[in-house]
């Protein structure tokens, strides 16, 4: 078991290591200048400002020497577009509350789409399923730039205790959560689904129908569990997709989340900032990937075992 | 699903103990005011800031030597000086300031004039490393560009009595260097074949038989005595007298014919000029702010003397900019040298000390900025709000639901898609005003079709303004028919009306024989939504009315100015916010290589013009010549103006003392929440 | 799909099942009402954009004609659906962005299963330490910033793309208007592509994987047949199946791609559109003129329901594992 982790972390060192590298050369190929200003900078000021942030040097030293500071020193750099703000400062800030909103999120997901992907798999090709299939499948055919203001305006206008936008009150969490989980609902309806039909369709499965087991009992204690694994697979990489990837939600909820961060700071060609976002994500996402694998053998006594 | 529960549990909280008074009902009660700031600011050093979004956090932080009158424009009230107490000469060249000694900084130090003299001189700093974008502001003070500049010959022999009658005719000399001729540009090239273009660039500085040699130019680097005589002329007057190195200045002083001297200054004083500038060098290069005379001086802790450089009646205008604020000087070098730019360590919130009626209280990023009341304040008892909440609120579609949904006073703006409801829906709350800024197109004249001023005008009269202001604006914004908006006692000559048949004209003048033959053309604008419809409605106008197919490029913010600085571009959709209530805050932006000129057009009629309006004390005088200064710029149309701006925004009627105002900066100390 | 089959060598044991297979297929599908539902309205969807469309674009009709003075007007003969925020005609806007959404998809759909097909084929065939680290690769590629490769293939392949696109206009009298547009679609496909293909490289490799343990395959390499005939086909053709379903759902969550890079800015070149532009400037106008959010988002969302249930449904009858019920 502790092989396993070991390996899999490793596995997700080297990865992550590609990936910073990759981007390091290739954020560097963009057009436009990450100084630009609404002035134009004279030669001797863009120089200057390349010197302060190290970009004169030759590429593969800036390469070295951003490995030294972050292995060495744990110093991600300080932000280009942000003056004075340090690229960890700003991920310390804002993974909380994305962590917050996807957490949520992905608990409601949870709710929606597994139970959905059920009933789906249970009354299979009849109008429950049908039913149970186009809810589930609402949430990604409406996109989440046209779902979010029509909650802004059909909830929290009316309601007054919840805001249409902001972060201030502990329900603010609400509608971006529901607004973000449609799309994860959407995929775990379709996995459950397809799980429970393989499941159902298993040997074991129809002997107990025969022996007269009652269908509660059947799901219950046989099916769910087997049932659950592509779901299961699934909810690794969609937590670090929806942490990450909620720049829309995050715009239109006017949430200080880490979203936001990867779009702006590949415009503003901030480059430490999104060398330090990619190096992030990269590790969330292979923690996520194998809390996923540990969920998947906890779940699997065959793999447990093996 | 562990981690899941608490997380349920205080959602659930919420629920149950929810806040059932809205955000406003709240802040009404705090007394605090909570606006729309549009996005995060890049910083709050008033001298490293550029963006009207961080100019209204820096005007409740700070306070200048006068004021805003909260209702009139071109008015002013008591700042940190006491305004009946200001004196200036009968040509408006020197002003007096007394200064109120009970101007404090949020920590209780008295704001004195040294800190005016420390904070003008830390804008102007020449350091290359100082990434102030609006030291011009301060060009105003006599000296002030040139120590900005280092232009060494002008400090160096210009203030000096032993060259009164000389400095004048010397001003023609190449102390500056032209950038045109940078052996660089001309890389690969052969003298005797370029263009008359170029040949012309070159013209005042060679004589007859000189052929410089490119290629030889630049291989040789730094070994410039091997140079052909020629050569040597063409590298020296590329760096120009005050940037060359002392072994180029010993070389001069034997040869001074090397570089261009106005005719009639004899060797004596060209020979004075070279010796001080090598004894410059030799001391090592001092800072020379001493030296410079820089028209700022405090003739004690109260009383602050500025010296201009030309008569500016409208001074009091300009000073109420946050270019002209004070900084805490004894909190800058606490935490750094007078010009440590890099992140500006003083303006860190645990660091921060203002003198303006709120101080900083959290500055969370992307998420709140807030201000508290200033106790240390002189005027402290007349401030009416007790704090200020700053919110970044980059999509205004959001920002207009939620001043729906009573979470703001006051919006940023209105999207214009949404005016229509506003105007029905908050009919009491919207506010539509003028405002000093225009709409334009700028054109990379380098290129062509655009280096040919028939197509330029043909453009600009192809745009039916008046649609895009009525049906795609909706805000009340007004065709520009110049660059300059009307405003006060300015008379704009008014030379742009939409006129399809003439545009039609003009281009068939051009010598583009027909549509199919003309070049490809660009147009850039940024990745946003209000400019997408611009552009959109601009391409169907040239298409509809010219015939050429214009094809729309959109990038981000960065690649956007990026382009135009490296003229990577045709035609460009941008804007310009006044600074203050004068034309030459629209005028200046085209001087020859000005930072915001980025068109590649320059006119020395239309800089002789602006060079003698500033000699001009006369303000009727001063403001014909602005006239027939943008006259000269309209003419030759670098810039196609297509609006005059408008502010519309959301206000909540409990808020008072938001009147309307030219330059929308208002003085946060007036503004009042009416809590009946 | 006969055809597929046929290609498999006679005399290996999967032939007879692999025709029962696909009838079988078939007749399972008929059985999921909401999936055949979905097939009809991808088919009419596709005639309405890629024929109709064109058609009424030839009796007159101009998505790109402003009329300034004519904007948010109701439906009229001469626009059948109204005009937009600039006075274009709607019901042209919407069917020609369909066109461009569509053909993204389904283009970067295509290069998708290529790449996807030959690089997981060979890493599922080839297996052990290779095999995998060329799926670390994929792993790491997917945590790349998505934005830094559309923003880069833009800049790169857009200079490429308008100079062969110059040179159709120019040399070889192509009409300017279309190829432009669909000189323009190029780099935005080929940036979906370039981020789409890691999944499918992911989904081939497992299959492929599987299918290189299977006895025809063994039986295949002791015949001494080369590598590149077996994975090609051997392997290819019994991969067929996952190949479509997923290809089905990748039109789909590609249409929903495009719409997101709009939201950014990174989309398509105006004036031209495409749904995903549609709806985003049409969600500006959610509380003053909602037809122009309304018309694109139903036709919008119809399309992506369609593909997905076709998709669904596809993979509930070709999966040989799902159940018979």
């Known amino acids: 078991m502790l092989r396993i982790i070991l390996s899999r972390l490793l596995q997700t060192l080297v990865v992550v290591f590609l990936l910073v590298t990759f981007t390091f050369f290739a954020i560097r190929m963009m057009p436009g200048n990450p100084f630009a200003d609404v002035k134009a900078l004279t030669e001797e000021n863009k120089a200057a400002m390349e010197r302060l942030y190290g970009l004169d040097k030759p590429l593969h030293i800036q390469y070295a020497n951003y490995w030294k500071n972050v292995l060495l020193e744990g110093d991600f750099g300080d932000s280009f577009s942000m003056k004075g703000r340090k690229v960890s400062t700003l991920i310390s800030e804002s993974f909380p509350i994305s962590l917050k909103l996807g957490l949520l999120s992905l608990f409601l997901a949870m709710s929606l789409g597994i139970p959905l992907g059920i009933i789906a798999a249970l009354f299979h090709n009849k109008w429950q399923d049908y039913t149970a299939m186009i809810i589930a499948m609402a949430g990604i055919c409406i996109v989440t730039f046209v779902l979010g203001p029509i909650f802004q305006l059909s909830f929290a206008k009316p309601l007054s205790w919840l805001n249409v936008a902001g972060w201030s009150r502990p329900s603010d969490v609400i509608l971006p959560a529901i607004t973000l989980c449609f799309g994860v609902a959407a995929y775990l309806a379709r996995l459950t689904r397809g799980g429970m039909l393989d499941i159902l369709s298993q040997d074991y499965i129809r002997s107990a129908k025969a022996k007269g087991v009652s269908q509660l009992n059947i799901i219950t204690k046989h099916a769910l569990r087997p049932a659950l694994v592509p779901a299961v697979t699934f909810l690794g990489p969609a937590f670090a997709a929806i942490i990450t990837g909620s720049f829309v939600v995050e715009s239109i909820f006017l949430i200080p989340g880490m979203g936001q961060y990867f779009v702006l700071g590949i415009q503003n060609q901030d480059y430490t900032l999104v060398l330090g976002l990619v190096l992030f994500y990269g590790i969330l996402m292979g923690i996520a990937n194998l809390m996923s694998d540990l969920a998947l053998i906890f779940m699997d006594p065959k793999l447990r075992n093996s | ?128 490393n100082w990434p102030a974008k609006y030291a011009e502001m301060l060009y105003f003070l006599k000296n002030g560009e040139a120590y900005h500049r280092s232009k060494l010959g002008h400090i160096l022999c210009g203030n000096d009595p032993d060259f009164p009658l000389v400095w004048e005719t010397l001003r023609e000399a190449n102390f500056e260097g032209d950038s045109k001729i940078k052996p660089k540009k001309f890389k690969g090239k052969i003298f005797s074949e370029l263009n008359e273009q170029d040949l012309e660039k070159f013209s005042p500085y060679l004589t007859g038989k000189d052929t410089p040699d490119f290629d030889e130019l630049n291989s040789t680097g730094s070994d410039f005595e091997s140079l052909s005589t020629a050569n040597k002329k063409v590298l020296f007057n590329s760096i120009g007298i005050d940037k060359l190195n002392r072994k180029q200045l010993l070389l001069l002083k034997d040869n001074l014919s090397l570089i261009k001297w106005s005719d009639n200054i004899t060797t004596e004083v060209k020979q004075l000029v070279i010796t001080r500038i090598l004894s410059h060098h030799d001391a090592g290069k001092p800072k020379l702010w001493d030296k410079a005379e820089v028209g700022v001086s405090a003739i004690n802790d109260s009383t602050l003397k500025l010296k201009l450089r030309g008569p500016t009646p409208y001074l009091l205008e300009v000073a109420k900019h946050y270019t002209w604020y004070p900084v805490p000087k004894h909190i800058i070098l606490k935490h750094g040298e007078i010009n440590t730019a890099y992140s500006s360590p003083w303006t860190k919130p645990k660091n921060i000390v203002s003198n303006g009626p709120f101080k900083l209280k959290s500055w969370r990023t992307n998420h709140l900025l807030e201000v508290e009341r200033n106790p240390h304040y002189w005027d402290a008892e007349e401030v009416k709000l007790d704090g200020i909440r700053y919110l970044p609120i980059r999509n205004y579609y959001t920002e207009t639901r939620m001043f729906g949904d009573e979470q703001l006073h006051l919006t940023y703006t209105v999207p214009s898609e949404l005016i229509p409801m506003a105007k029905e829906k908050y009919a009491a709350e919207l506010r539509q005003e003028s405002y000093i800024g225009t709409r334009f197109l700028r054109v990379n004249t380098l290129n062509s079709p655009f280096d040919n001023p028939k197509v330029r005008r043909a453009f600009a009269l192809a745009i039916d303004q008046k649609s895009i202001c009525e049906e795609i604006l909706q805000g009340g914004q007004a065709p520009a028919s110049g660059i300059v908006p009307p405003f006060g006692d300015y008379k704009p000559p008014g030379l742009i009306k939409f006129d399809p048949e003439k545009a039609k004209a003009l281009l068939q003048e051009s010598g583009y024989e027909s549509t199919s033959s003309f070049p490809d053309i660009d147009l850039l604008t940024t990745n946003s939504d209000s400019g997408l419809r611009e552009a959109e409605a601009l391409q169907a106008m040239w298409q509809k009315h010219l015939g050429i197919k214009v094809r729309i490029q959109q990038r981000e913010w960065s690649t956007y100015l990026q382009n135009q600085y490296d003229f990577n571009y045709d035609i460009v959709v941008a804007g310009w916010i006044g600074d203050y209530l004068d034309p030459t805050t629209f005028l200046e932006l085209w001087v020859t290589d000005g930072g915001n000129n980025n068109t590649a057009w320059s006119s020395k009629t239309f800089e002789d013009l602006l060079r003698k309006a500033e000699k001009s004390s006369d303000i009727t005088t001063r403001m014909t010549i602005l006239s027939e200064a943008e006259e000269t710029i309209m003419n030759d149309i670098p810039v196609l103006p297509i609006y005059w701006y408008t502010t519309n925004y959301l206000i909540r009627p409990e808020v008072k003392n938001w009147n309307p105002l030219l330059l929308n900066n208002h003085p946060f100390k007036f503004i009042e929440i009416d809590k009946n | 799909m006969s055809t597929s089959v046929k290609a498999l060598p006679a005399g290996l044991k999967d032939v007879e099942k692999g025709s029962s297979l696909w009838a079988d297929a078939y007749v399972r599908l008929k059985k999921n009402k909401l999936a055949m539902l979905g097939g009809i309205i991808v088919i009419s969807i596709l005639i309405t954009c890629f024929v109709i469309a064109p058609i009424l674009s030839w009796i007159g009709f101009d998505g790109n004609e402003q009329d300034l003075a004519n904007k948010f007007a109701g439906p009229s003969t001469k626009n059948l659906l109204g005009t937009d925020q600039l006075g274009r005609d709607l019901l042209m806007r919407v069917l020609q962005g369909g066109q461009i959404s569509l053909l993204v998809a389904i283009m970067a759909t295509m290069l998708t299963v290529t790449i996807g097909v030959i690089y997981g084929g060979i890493a599922g065939y080839v297996g052990g330490r290779i095999g995998n680290a060329m799926m670390r690769i994929v792993d790491g590629l997917l945590a790349m910033p998505f934005l830094i490769i559309v923003i880069l293939f833009r800049e790169v392949i857009s200079g490429q793309v308008d100079e062969i696109a110059r040179f159709l206009i120019d040399d070889w009298g192509w009409n300017d208007n279309d190829v432009l547009r669909f000189a323009n679609l190029i780099p935005l496909t080929f940036a979906i592509a370039g981020f789409g293909w890691l999944s499918m490289g992911r989904i081939v490799r497992s299959s492929a994987a599987s299918l290189a343990q299977q006895e025809f395959v063994e039986a295949a390499r002791s015949l001494g047949l080369s590598h590149r005939r077996i994975l090609f086909r051997h392997i290819l053709p019994n991969m067929l199946g996952p190949i479509i379903i997923y290809a089905t759902l990748t039109i789909p969550s590609f249409i929903l791609y495009e719409a997101t890079l709009s939201y950014i800015g990174l989309g398509i070149e105006p004036p031209n559109s495409s749904w995903g532009k549609l709806i985003q400037e049409g969600a500006n106008y959610l509380e003053t003129n909602i037809t122009v959010l309304a018309v694109p988002a139903v036709l919008f969302s119809l399309t992506l329901f369609a593909f997905n249930f076709l998709g669904d449904g596809l993979r509930d009858a070709l999966d040989p594992k799902a159940s018979k019920d």
């Open chain 2, 1 to 128: 699903m562990i981690r899941i529960i608490p997380l349920l549990a205080t959602t659930a909280l919420a629920f149950v103990s929810c806040e059932r008074r809205s955000d406003i009902e709240i802040a009404n009660e705090e007394n605090i005011l909570i606006i729309g700031n549009s996005n995060e600011p890049k910083g709050l050093d008033p001298h490293l800031v550029s963006g009207v979004l961080e100019s209204n956090i820096i005007r409740a932080l700070f306070e200048g030597l006068v004021v805003d009158h909260p209702s009139k424009d071109s008015h002013s009230v008591d700042g940190v000086a006491f305004k009946d107490q200001i004196k200036h000469s009968d040509d408006f060249t020197e002003w007096t300031f007394h200064l109120n000694p009970e101007a404090k900084w949020s920590d209780g130090v008295a704001v004195t004039a040294h800190d005016f003299v420390f904070s003008y001189k830390r804008l102007l700093s020449p350091d290359p």
